[in-house]
């Protein structure tokens, strides 16, 4: 079984108490049911108090939050399940946060998640998009419509080299994502579409943008599921659109990558690259420092699977993601 990774993957190191927004900070953890019944076995003081802040949600078992952070978080920014008890008595979702795992039975892609502060500087500083790819062993049939994922995976490749064309800015790129991901629906519906021309379609772009404000856009972000009233005030607030930098291809690519063979799942791959490009447009126009600016971005909106629905409905129905106006908010 092949599993493909970010060149910059293994060098991930969680920076605990010098994390600047640590993710023991404003989530209620899922505990899995075997971390759960160890917890609760424990004797002594750490068992006492597992035993009290664990509670029954949903039918799921959750860490409860205090003061707005993980009742296990110590003073000195350190877990205290890790530092009584060691690495392996984590539970799965802490054991593994930020690595993201993408399992197709008979592949696996992994990644980091941006909400990670670490792991966002990582994702920014990628400046070629390398991956590593290891035969490992296990592994099932594939489970998907493997003509699909034959369609997703040769569009991709095109999405990212378009992306990495140092022919375009990183905006002019984003444009030609959108436009192309029409393109490759087509590809997957069966159809042959015309040709490709990123020049002709660049050319063509300042004809179809419409007038759009990035308010309206966060406008519609207050409608979502909001994790910190510092989010809400951003939103109402937000700082000068920063520059279309070259991180803004690392970011793309990071969303391409997180994305794109997901529609596998429903064969709807448009509202997913509009899901893209709205979130770079969100970040870009909130402004701030990049990094932090897109680690909280995807805090507040990837890690709620409510919010990233949210988006994917909307980018049809909503009309300020129309997308001559996300075309003309690329050319700003
Ligand atoms: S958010 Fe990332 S760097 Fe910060 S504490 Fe969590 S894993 Fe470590």
Partial sequence: MKVTKPTYF???????????????????????????????????DLGDRLRQVLVEEDGETVMTIE???????????????????????LCKTCREFPRLTHDYGDFVELGLELSCPEAARLILADVDGGQVVIEADGGEPADYDTDAMAVLKATREYALSLLDDPAYTPNQALALLLVYG???????????????????????????????????????????????????????????????????????????????????????????????????????????ELAQTAQRYSKEIENDADNVDAILDAAYENPVFTDDRLLYLLQR
Avoid at 219 to 237: G, H, S, V
């Fill in 10 to 44: 293994d060098t991930f190191r969680c920076i605990a108490s010098a994390c600047p927004d640590s993710c023991c900070q404003e989530w209620g953890v899922q505990v899995d049911e075997a971390s759960t019944e160890f917890y609760r076995s424990l004797p002594g």
């Fill in 67 to 89: 003061n707005r952070r993980c009742p296990m978080w110590r003073q000195d920014g350190l877990c205290r399940i890790q530092a009584e008890l060691g690495h392996d008595a």
């Fill in 182 to 288: 029409y393109q490759a629906q087509q590809i997957l519906d069966g159809d042959e579409p015309p040709e490709f021309d990123p020049d002709l379609i660049l050319e063509q772009i300042a004809d179809v943008a419409k007038p759009a404000k990035a308010e309206d856009i966060f406008r519609f972000f207050e409608t979502l599921e909001i994790l910190t009233p510092q989010w809400a005030e951003r939103l109402q607030n937000p700082g000068a659109p920063l520059p279309w930098t070259e991180e803004f291809r690392s970011l793309a690519r990071y969303f391409v990558g997180r994305y794109w063979l997901q529609s596998v799942s429903d064969y709807d791959l448009v509202c997913r690259v509009k899901l893209m490009v709205i979130s770079c447009l969100v970040i870009r126009n909130l402004g701030g």
